[in-house]
C-alpha cells in the first residue's frame, strides 16, 4: 500500500487559514487522496477526497499537486473546534473503503 | 437517524480471557469495518464484513474474529486477551456502492478495552 508523509503537528491562530501538507510520492494512478480527522474522544470523520483536481466542500479545500506527489488540507478559517488530528491516507478504487491510517498531524488552534 | 453505535463504552478484562464488541452501522450501510488504534498512534485496520462475510483483513492474528449479522449489524471478538490488545476499538459503516469508486466510512465513538 502506497504511504502519506505528514507532519506531527502543526499550530494555527483562529480565524487564520491552515495549510496541511501531505507527501504520497508513490501514489499510484487509482489511487485517491483521503483526509479524514479525529477530534478528541471521538471516531474519525471525513474531511475531503480527491483523485487528480482541486476539491472543496463546506469543511475545507484540498488542491492537489499535478504529479499527485503531494496535496495540501486547506482550513480557511480555523476555529477551536477545527482542533483535531488530520490523517491523509490513500486508498485505491479495488480497496472498498479500506484506510491505512498514519500518525496523522496534530492541529492545535489558539484563540 | 442515528449514526455508527458501538457497545459497550469500556471494557475491564483480564489476560487470557475473551471480548466481544458490537456494531450497529448508520442506517442504511452495509458494509462494517473495525479497526484497532493504541495510545497515541492511528487507527490500524482489522477486517471487513460484506455480506456477512469477512472481505479484507489486515495484518491481525487469528484470535481477532468477526461476524456480520443479516441485518447488518456486527461483532469483533478477541480471544486469549493479551496486554496489548489495550486500546480504543473502532468500528466504521459504509454502503457499497455498485460500480462507485469511492465509499466514505462513518466511524463510531469506539469501545476503549483495557486488560490487566
Known amino acids: 500500500d502506497a504511504k502519506t508523509t505528514q507532519p506531527n503537528s502543526m499550530e494555527s491562530n483562529e480565524e487564520e487559514p491552515v495549510h496541511l501538507p501531505c507527501n504520497h510520492s508513490t501514489i499510484s494512478g487509482t489511487d485517491y487522496i483521503h483526509w479524514y480527522r479525529q477530534l478528541p474522544s471521538q471516531g474519525p470523520e471525513y474531511v475531503i477526497h480527491?483523485?487528480?483536481s482541486n476539491v472543496n466542500n463546506r469543511m475545507a479545500s484540498l488542491a492537489i499537486a499535478e504529479d499527485r506527489k503531494s496535496s495540501t488540507l486547506i482550513l480557511h478559517r480555523a476555529t477551536l473546534r477545527d482542533a483535531a488530528v488530520y490523517y491523509c491516507i490513500l486508498g485505491s478504487t479495488d480497496s472498498w473503503g479500506k484506510l491505512q491510517f498514519g500518525a496523522g498531524t496534530q492541529v492545535v488552534v489558539t484563540p | 437517524d442515528a449514526g455508527v453505535t458501538q457497545s459497550p463504552t469500556h471494557l475491564i478484562k483480564t489476560r487470557g480471557q475473551q471480548v466481544t464488541l458490537r456494531c450497529s452501522p448508520k442506517s442504511g450501510h452495509d458494509t462494517v469495518s473495525w479497526y484497532q488504534q493504541a495510545l497515541g498512534q492511528g487507527p490500524q485496520f482489522i477486517f471487513q464484513y460484506y455480506e456477512e462475510e469477512e472481505r479484507q483483513r489486515g495484518n491481525f492474528p487469528d484470535r481477532f474474529s468477526g461476524h456480520q449479522f443479516p441485518n447488518y449489524s456486527s461483532e469483533l471478538n478477541v480471544n486469549a486477551l493479551l496486554l496489548g490488545d489495550s486500546a480504543l476499538y473502532l468500528c466504521?459503516?459504509?454502503?457499497?456502492?455498485?460500480?462507485?469508486?469511492?465509499?466514505?466510512?462513518?466511524f463510531g465513538p469506539g469501545t476503549r478495552l483495557t486488560v490487566l
Open positions: 466504521a459503516s459504509s454502503l457499497d456502492l455498485l460500480g462507485q469508486p469511492y465509499n466514505e466510512q462513518f
Open positions: 480527491g483523485l487528480t
